[in-house]
């Protein structure tokens, strides 16, 4: 009403002898405040009859005067497009903004609620171009050049004529502590186990094997514990062959089910070795029961699943399990081509103090030897140095060979796929595409969540619009103050305290697959409502000075997994008090992590009841001029102490809450009052009080809160 208001007074004000009608109107008015010269009709007039009386000389004609042509106005051209605001119009009409509000006065839109930055529909768009004595054009979208596809892929199946037999990559999963890493231990006689933080595997193991026959076998240990899941279906997807490991005391757990279902995915035949058959409690028949829910069918109940009975620490019937694993694997017929150009599968990746980024892979086509030159994810590798699961240097390794690779530019993620390229230029190539893909795909995301927020934003304003439409603009005005009154009910001052708790992490581990599963247990985090858990930063490596000045900047906290920090770095983190927590264990660093969410969070009031009384009479005191209200009371339950806090109900309702003003025994002033005891009290305000009211007694004392959040181990 205000911008109309204006307006209108604008157009009230022009003097009226300067308005005149002109043979062109204006698009936005029908009277054009123009001058008119004095006389035009008159002179007119008189040049004419002149024409008509005199003729031009040496001709007896009579003189016809051509009517004058006007010459069309050339209309402004706009170029508009869908959803322009109102400054953008403006500027593309090369007007101010009040021009764009004047064109939409007398429409249906409400310009008093528009403001320079909102949206207008199309319709307004066009209806102010033409109001404005302009035409419009939609703006043509700028071409983009499609850039050539450079990626790299997998080559196409090779001939059966060259392929090889290779040995089978086995994968060994199971529930936590159900003996797998204790098995692989035995089959390789070394003490992987013994060097484990916590007993647990925390991270795949890609180990060579031979057998006393002389098969070799390549095994994947991965860890049974919960937070590993994505290195599970890794490792199950990249493998020929799973044994699955169940303890024969303990049954079907939950990874157990979990290994199952990733083997189901991944179309893998599984092997079933029951463990810890020694133990006196063992059970196996109970597992293979147990496995029938899950549709894993032993050979011994009409199934094709191999069951082997072993003791992977004292290795008993170790043979018959490798046996079995070397029978699976000839029916398998497994084969590979040597030849050509490397395929494989990044296991897990670390970054070493010596050797920079170092990934573990499997071979699963070609033979990869030192100075190929490898593409994982978007980074490359020229191949400096190749070692086995030993540390051992190797140079060249083929088909189903674990194989550490070092001479990466960058630290590919675990789970990327190898591919060999030609040279370090068809590399590059490949690494800028994927790049480029990467950036479009992340612009495309962004703009949809762009457009699904303005959608949101436009229904809500929408809906507000239809629940104020039949009231007057003042109460609207009042209506929308009153809804968003708390949006200015702080200063910036106080609005800072009052923002919500939260915690920034950064989070470091040894390998990539580690903080894979420290980044997968974070994304169940639930409580937000009592703790925002924001993570900064994460990465692989040790603790370093700008993981310091980071956690500095965002006042957070530095989580370390299998990593370590320099006497400089501990020394720096000290000085700016930054906390830096390294862990071992994985379940350790969780539960460190919720002892530091619970500790931000402010403690709780706990209500402890002292006391009851009923009122059984009432009566009033003078107390200098004035008559103070006085319950007499008898103790029902514990004690009224004058000190503590008291409530007054009256069946369901509360009618009082505060201070006793006295508390009196017979006519002696006391501090409480004991079960079974007679008194009269006075509240610290004027409460009428009825028999049979209840008044009971109470404490308040903090208690320390304890964050919601269950991770699920």
């Not at 083997?263 to 029961?289: E, F, S, T, Y």
């Not at 001479?407 to 190539?429: T, Y």
């Not at 989070?507 to 703790?531: F, M, N, R, W």
Request: aromatic content about 6%; glycine content about 6%; hydrophobic content about 35%.
């Amino acid at each position: 009403m205000k911008r109309m208001a204006v307006f209108m007074k604008r157009a009230i004000s022009m003097p009226r002898t300067e308005i005149a009608l002109s043979s062109q109107p204006h698009p936005l008015y029908s009277l054009v405040c123009t001058p008119a010269p004095p006389f035009t009709c008159f002179q007119a007039r008189h040049l004419a009859a002149r024409q008509q009386g005199k003729a031009p000389a040496g001709k007896g004609k009579k003189f016809n005067p051509k009517p004058t042509k006007m010459e069309k106005q050339e209309k402004h051209e706009v170029e508009i497009k869908q959803r322009m605001t109102v400054s953008e119009l403006a500027q593309a009409m090369n007007k101010d903004i009040d021009h764009v509000y004047e064109a939409l006065l007398n429409t249906d839109l409400d310009i008093d609620d528009l403001e320079p930055d909102d949206y207008l529909e199309d319709k307004w768009i066009k209806e102010v171009v033409k109001r404005s004595g302009m035409k419009y054009k939609y703006t043509r979208l700028a071409e983009v050049k499609v850039r050539e596809n450079k990626d790299v892929q997998r080559q196409p199946p090779a001939d059966p004529a060259v392929l090889v037999s290779r040995p089978p990559v086995v994968t060994i999963m199971g529930h936590v502590d159900h003996g797998k890493t204790t098995l692989l231990d035995s089959l390789r006689k070394t003490q992987v186990a013994a060097s484990e933080a916590g007993g647990i595997t925390q991270h795949i193991g890609a180990f060579l094997v031979q057998l006393p026959s002389g098969e070799r076998i390549t095994f994947l240990d991965t860890p049974g514990h919960a937070a590993f899941t994505a290195i599970r279906a890794r490792g199950a997807m990249v493998t020929d062959i799973i044994i699955l490991v169940v303890a024969a005391d303990d049954g079907v757990m939950n990874q157990t089910i979990e290994s199952i279902q990733h083997a189901k995915k991944a179309k893998v035949p599984i092997i079933l070795a029951v463990n810890k058959c020694d133990k006196p409690q063992a059970d196996p028949a109970r597992v293979k029961q147990q496995l029938l829910a899950h549709d894993i069918i032993c050979e011994e109940y009409g199934g094709d699943v191999q069951a082997i009975h072993i003791s992977a620490l004292k290795g008993d019937n170790l043979v018959e399990l490798a046996e079995a694993t070397v029978t699976l694997a000839e029916v398998l017929e497994l084969k590979a081509d040597p030849s050509g150009l490397v395929e494989g599968t990044v296991i897990e990746s670390r970054t070493d103090k010596g050797k920079g980024p170092v990934t573990t892979a499997v071979i699963q086509r070609g033979t990869i030897r030192r100075g190929s030159t490898l593409v994982a994810g978007k980074t490359w590798a020229k191949v400096r140095f190749l070692f086995d699961e030993n540390g051992r240097s190797m140079s060249e390794a083929g088909p189903s060979a674990a194989v550490q690779i070092v001479g990466w530019k960058e630290l590919p993620s675990a789970g990327e796929e190898i591919l060999e390229v030609e040279s370090e230029q068809r590399a590059r190539e490949v690494v800028e595409w994927r790049a480029y893909a990467g950036d479009q795909e992340r612009l495309r995301d962004e703009q949809r969540a762009i457009e699904a927020k303005q959608r949101e934003h436009q229904e809500s304003y929408r809906r507000e619009r239809e629940s104020t439409a039949h009231l007057s603009w003042k109460q609207r005005k009042a209506a929308m103050y009153r809804a968003h009154k708390h949006r200015m009910a702080h200063r910036p001052s106080e609005r800072a305290d009052s923002e919500q708790l939260s915690v920034p992490l950064i989070v470091k581990g040894d390998v990539d697959g580690s903080v894979e599963a420290i980044l997968s247990i974070l994304a169940t985090y639930d409580a937000h409502d009592q703790c925002q858990l924001d993570i900064v930063h994460f990465g692989v490596g040790d603790i370093t000075e700008n993981d310091i000045t980071m956690a500095e900047t965002f006042s957070g906290i530095i989580y370390g997994f299998n990593v370590g920090a320099s006497k400089p770095v501990e020394q720096m983190a000290t000085k700016k008090s930054v906390p830096v927590k390294l862990h071992k264990v994985i379940y350790k660093l969780i539960d460190d992590l919720k002892e530091e969410l619970s500790s931000k969070l402010p403690p709780a009031i706990e209500e402890n009841v002292i006391g009851e009384a009923s009122v059984l009479a009432v009566f009033s005191v003078t107390v200098g001029k004035k008559k103070v209200p006085v319950a007499g009371c008898r103790v029902q339950k514990g004690q009224l102490d004058k000190k503590l806090k008291f409530r007054l109900t009256r069946g369901r309702d509360m009618l009082w809450e505060g201070s006793l003003t006295a508390l009196k025994h017979h006519k002696d002033d006391v501090q409480s009052v004991k079960t079974g005891m007679e008194c009269g009290l006075s509240l610290d305000s004027d409460v009428e009080f009825k028999p049979g009211d209840e008044i009971v007694c109470y404490e308040e004392t903090e208690v320390e809160q304890t964050i919601s959040w269950d991770p699920g181990f």
